[in-house]
């Protein structure tokens, strides 16, 4: 009898999925670029500070792995991943719209210099960020193990290609939406003026991404089947945690593959919490036209992506591409690093056009080989794992780069502004060069065999 196909998704579906995809790098520019100027240039915080509370949005990826077991094995309301995307999203967007007064109530705290409070403040902003990434992680593992569920094999890169271009194409028109909506905040440092225009776009941006996550997932998941659509193979939650966990160690690859993406998303995010400053205070740009830093690289990104996907990938194959795309992300880090030294505006946002045109490139090929690595058995707990990979060196990225900032600042390594940006950008490109080392030893055939294996161990032990 001829298996069922799993239920496709269409270039349309596909592109109104995405829109999740859009509203989590709208609020990426918000979190990482925004409020993290605000937090360093206008209030003042200290960049370890800054750094180490965006980072705790990032500690908590572990989860990830648990809530993609969750969703394989705990359906709620008759469905696997829906659910759980918009108990998530809800979780964020609250979450998002209180970051805004808290943040410039701790601006308060540091100006008065009363101590306890300002422990206390300092504890409930990083544990506010440790909840916004646990309602992150809550959405987007099980969102991602729904993008697997709804597709082919052969289909996959194709999907996950356009659904990628929509985080980037969210993180461009949120440094549109920033720069359009705070264009009256140019030159304003008064926390009290702000605060409450700061406030007002927190919480239309929240309501945005609520009402698009809705329409992205409407109708998106078919009801609870016991079995995988594909026929006989049985459903993910037929692997426990502990057995999916033993899959994960089966392969030394995976070892591999976790270490790349750990240095590959250092290499392009370290400088991540000192970007907009690096464009304030060497470069002397409004927090305008900082926010649009990102659409730059945004835009970088997006074109990256359509050329490794439709072009680069199918001639050159996954692994010499992405070796292509770490090879110029150390190149764009020296060029940003250079272009400091005399600061010319259009000549940084030409260099982080390119920059995240190198991005977008790795960001392609490296997407198609966590596919090549994920196991069908154990679809969310996998994508739990990468997705801690990613998450855990987004965290390091964000510590690492406010402490070396920090660092440049009390090492004797020049005058004026630019040295310590300079040891954040020197030390990234390092670590890019790091990940095309690591890259050298991704074997995906041989992590086929010995996931195969294990699992064939695993379903022998369970008839026993």
Known sequence: MARPARPGLSIPATLRLGLFQGCLGC??????????????????????????ALAFEQ????????????????????????????????????????????????GRLFSAGSQPELALGIAGLCGLYALYGL????AATPYLALVIDRTEEQERSRAVGIIWCMLTVGIVIGAIAISLSLGSLDGVT????????????????????????????????????????????PRDDSVTLPQAWALITSSRQVLVFFLFLVLFTLGLFLQD???????????????????????????????GLLMA??????????????????????????????????P????????????????????????????????????????GVWGLAQALSRAMGKLIGGGLYDLGRLLPLGSGPYPPFALVLGVEALVALA?????????VRQFREDTDLGLRRILAMELE
């Open 27 to 52: 609020l990426a520019v918000i979190f990482s670029g925004l409020l993290n100027r605000v937090m360093l240039s206008e209030l003042g915080f200290p960049g370890l500070l800054v750094g180490g």
């Open 59 to 106: 500690f908590v990826a572990p989860s990830r792995v648990l809530f993609g077991q969750i969703s394989d094995a705990h359906p709620l309301w008759g469905r696997r991943r829906v659910p759980y995307v918009l108990l998530g999203t809800a979780a964020f967007c609250l979450l998002a719209v209180l970051s805004v007064p808290l943040t410039f109530r701790l």
């Open 135 to 138: 309602g992150v992680s809550l």
């Open 190 to 233: 008064d926390p009290a003026l702000l605060e409450p225009v700061l406030l007002r776009f927190m919480i239309v941006v929240a309501v945005v991404v609520w009402s698009l996550t809705l329409v992205a997932l409407w109708g998106m998941e078919p009801a609870r089947l016991d079995r995988d659509p594909s026929g006989d193979e």
């Open 273 to 303: 919490p000192v970007l907009e400053s690096y464009g304030a205070q060497v470069f002397a740009m409004t927090i305008r036209d900082t926010t649009q830093l990102n659409a730059f690289w945004g835009m970088g990104t997006l074109l």
């Open 309 to 342: 996907g439709l072009w680069i990938v199918p001639r050159l194959g996954k692994l010499a591409t992405a070796r292509l795309g770490c090879q110029l992300i150390v190149a764009s880090l020296v060029l940003l690093l250079l272009c400091g030294l005399q």
């Open 344 to 383: 010319s505006v259009p000549l940084l946002k030409l260099v982080l056009l390119l920059f995240g045109l190198s991005a977008g490139i790795a960001t392609n090929s490296a997407l198609c080989l966590m596919l090549d690595l994920t196991l069908p058995q154990a679809t969310g707990t996998f994508v």
């Open 435 to 443: 990940a095309l080392l690591a890259l050298e030893r991704v074997n």
